[in-house]
């Protein structure tokens, strides 16, 4: 992890509430993002308000490529890709091309991939429930990179919940939509689709992230199907970097630190019911 | 190097008068990955009981206009872990080292301070008297002048070390307090831990924290921070420890103005991971400009200001 100063790129409004902004990152990483992993970004101009820093998941994570991308001196591209909803994302969405932004990361531990999940060559399933979608597109890139089968299972209240469905078709086999308003795919919850479409066997591991009463579904559902995964939590922060203790949750291990140990944790170690 | 920083609080010599407060560092593990740590004066630990705390049930953080609402519950791994497994890192690092302790009877207090006896690399023993008297229906020791005494008096005769007793300012009149601890053999003051508050959530229409009332610090509490540090100063002769809403060197001077020896940043560092670095430099440029010899020659200047 560093603190240094990001260059935005360029910043695109999706629909009414969504924000996909891309940075670049002027520093040499002595370790890479990986995917799972998050930022904090700083969301003022200076001074000290708002005071605390905003975590956001990496969205897409890959090397300058672009000509543009060589002229403001990136070594890596960031993506992040978030929803408005308070002070903080507010002032974010305002940001233009060539502002900088005070940037910490990468943070936290990300996803384990497969051949650290010592996982056969089969096929994986990404669960995503709205605004949880980023870090499993940043994970569902690099699977399809390694040449793993990718399913994906995504939610949201409505249609214009669901992003990026295009980028995603081409990256996954299947693609299951469901919303609770029934205005794109099925009508219903992520859950309902997944105990329709998935048996015991029919995927080697799961990642998910989403809204807690959404994975505690879809944990509760998997161990019942004996398939392994890992969750992506979220929980509010102020170091982000694990010395405050203030963004714990419950384990089986006891309290652990989403931002340290964290946002990735194996399926069958937290513990999400109070 | 930087000698025209460097402050004593008694018989500790600190490089330069910036601390970090307790329980908004850890042990230094983390910080270390983004700077130099050893440029700091000083390291205050988080705060250390006898037994393993596992703390309280989250969410444990609120953010609240120019402040921070925290209810951590002292979570940290008991005296005996801290001596195995952060000590040794701790020690590894050059600069000081502060011990925070707490205890919820007296006895603890005086057994984590036994226990730490035997340990080289701690400085001096900063004494959260904040948390909740088991014997006294749950009362803060910190919020009484006698229950404030008597624990200082207590680790005190267990402890070669300098002790710094850290004041809660949830009282009505702190130089009381600060007048007690001094009588009963306290090295140094430090204030301000946090001002109790809470913060409601509309939506859920439940308190925000797991605990319902968490601790305020930051930018919110500096005013509040830097009276009691003016009232303190004029109260006792030992040196004060300052903080409270620290975030730049300006705010570190204001301190040492209103009578602090040394100064703290705690939620400072959330806002502004890499505060210290700067505020060190702004420091240096700061006596330069003004033509100060010593740091120390400003604690408690702004006193003087109605005989000039
Ligand atoms: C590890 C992690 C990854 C995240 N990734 C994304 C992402 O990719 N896209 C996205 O849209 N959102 C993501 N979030 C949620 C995002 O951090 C919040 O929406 C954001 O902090 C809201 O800030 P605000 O000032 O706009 O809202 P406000 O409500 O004004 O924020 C007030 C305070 O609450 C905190 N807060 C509010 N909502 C959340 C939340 N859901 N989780 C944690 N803290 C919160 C803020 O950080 C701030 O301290 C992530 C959260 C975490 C912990
Ligand atoms: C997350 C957090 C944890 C804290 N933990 C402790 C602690 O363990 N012991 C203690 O004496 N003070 C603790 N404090 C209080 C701080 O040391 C400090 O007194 C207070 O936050 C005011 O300073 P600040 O505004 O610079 O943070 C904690 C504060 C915060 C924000
Ligand atoms: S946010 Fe401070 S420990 Fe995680």
């Known amino acids: ?63 300058r490529t672009t000509a543009a991308d060589s002229e403001v001196g990136a070594r890596e591209i960031w993506e992040v890709l978030y929803k408005k909803v308070g002070k903080g994302t507010a002032w974010l969405s305002r940001r233009k091309a060539n502002d900088a932004l005070e940037v910490l990361g990468p943070l936290g531990r990300g996803f384990s991939l497969p051949q650290e999940t010592a996982g056969k060559p089969g096929r994986i399933l990404l669960i995503a429930g709205g605004i949880g979608m980023p870090p499993l597109f940043a994970l569902g890139e690099e699977l399809s990179k390694r040449g793993r089968e990718v399913i994906l299972f995504y939610g949201g209240r409505s249609k214009q919940d669901l992003l990026f469905l295009q980028e995603w078709r081409d990256l996954a086999s299947q693609v299951y939509l469901v919303t609770e308003d029934g205005s794109i795919g099925r009508s219903g919850l992520v859950t309902d689709l997944l105990r329709e479409k998935v048996q015991p ?66 399926a069958d170690e937290v513990i999400l019911d109070e | 190097m930087n000698n025209h920083l460097s402050v004593r609080i008694g018989e500790v010599t600190l490089k330069n008068p910036l601390l970090t407060a307790s329980g908004t560092f850890g042990f230094a593990r983390e910080y270390s990955e983004l700077f130099d740590v050893s440029l700091l004066g000083g390291i205050v630990v988080k705060g250390i009981t006898l037994q393993p705390k596992e703390g309280n049930p989250p969410p444990r953080i609120a953010e609240t206009p120019s402040g921070l609402l925290n209810a951590i519950g002292l979570q940290n791994p008991g005296v005996r872990r801290f001596v195995t497994e952060e000590l040794p890192v701790l020690r590894r690092i050059d600069t000081t080292v502060i011990a925070n302790i707490a205890g919820s009877t007296l006895e603890e207090f005086a057994e984590i301070a036994k226990i730490l006896q035997a340990e080289t690399g701690i400085a001096a023993l900063e004494l959260n ?55 009963a053999g306290a090295d140094a003051i430090t204030l301000i831990n946090t001002l109790l508050g809470m913060a409601i959530d509309l939506e859920k229409r439940r308190p925000v924290l797991g605990n319902i009332f968490g601790g305020l610090s930051g930018p919110a509490v500096k005013p509040v921070a830097l009276r009691m540090v003016w009232q303190v100063y004029e109260a006792v002769k030992i040196p004060i420890i300052g903080m409270g809403g620290v975030t730049s060197a300006r705010d570190v001077l204001e301190f040492i103005m209103a009578g602090a020896s040394a100064v703290a940043i705690g939620t400072g560092l959330f806002t502004q991971p890499l505060a210290p670095v700067g505020i060190l430099q702004e420091l240096e440029e700061f006596l330069v400009k003004e033509d100060v010899a010593q740091i120390t020659e400003l604690t408690g200047v702004a006193h003087n200001f109605s005989a000039r």
């Not at chain 1, 999706?14 to 992993?37: I, M």
């Open chain 1, 201 to 266: 066997q029919s995927a080697d591991f799961y990642y998910a992230c989403g809204p807690r009463p959404m994975l505690q579904a879809v944990q509760d559902l998997m161990n019942r199907l004996a398939i392994p995964g890992e969750l992506s939590l979220e929980e509010r922060m102020a170091c982000g970097v694990g010395a405050c203790l203030g963004c714990v949750t419950r384990t089986t291990h006891g309290y652990k630190r989403v931002c340290r140990e964290g946002p990735v944790f194996p």
């Open chain 2, 129 to 183: 008297i904040s948390c909740p008297n088991v014997r006294q229906g749950g009362m803060a020791f910190g919020v009484h002048p006698e229950s404030a005494a008597k624990v200082t008096e207590v680790v005190k005769k267990h402890t070669t070390l300098p002790v710094w007793v850290k004041l809660s300012p949830n009282v009505t009149d702190i130089t009381e307090i600060a007048k007690a601890v001094e009588e």
């Open chain 1, 1 to 63: 992890m560093v603190k240094f100063q990001a260059l935005v790129i360029n910043q695109t409004c999706l629909g009414e509430e969504f924000f996909h902004l891309k940075l670049s990152t002027p520093v040499v990483q002595s370790s890479p993002a990986l995917p799972g992993q998050f930022i904090h970004i700083y969301c003022r101009e200076s001074g000290t308000d708002p005071l605390l820093p905003r975590p956001l998941s990496l969205f897409r994570i890959y090397p």
